[in-house]
């Protein structure tokens, strides 16, 4: 699935909002991480 650059930016900003708080377990935001760079170059 391909997304403008505005919906990516808006994907990528609530992902992060989310996942990127204190709460978060360390893992879950690496995998994540990873899975967001997996993404981008597809």
């Given at each position: 699935m391909?997304?403008?650059?505005?919906?990516?930016?808006?994907?990528?900003?609530?992902?992060?909002?989310?996942?990127?708080?204190?709460?978060?377990?360390?893992?879950?935001?690496?995998?994540?991480?990873?899975?967001?760079?997996?993404?981008?170059?597809?």
């Amino acid at each position: 699935m391909q997304y403008t650059d505005n919906e990516a930016a808006l994907i990528g900003g609530l992902i992060s909002n989310y996942f990127f708080q204190p709460s978060v377990d360390a893992k879950l935001r690496e995998s994540l991480l990873m899975v967001g760079k997996e993404a981008e170059t597809d």
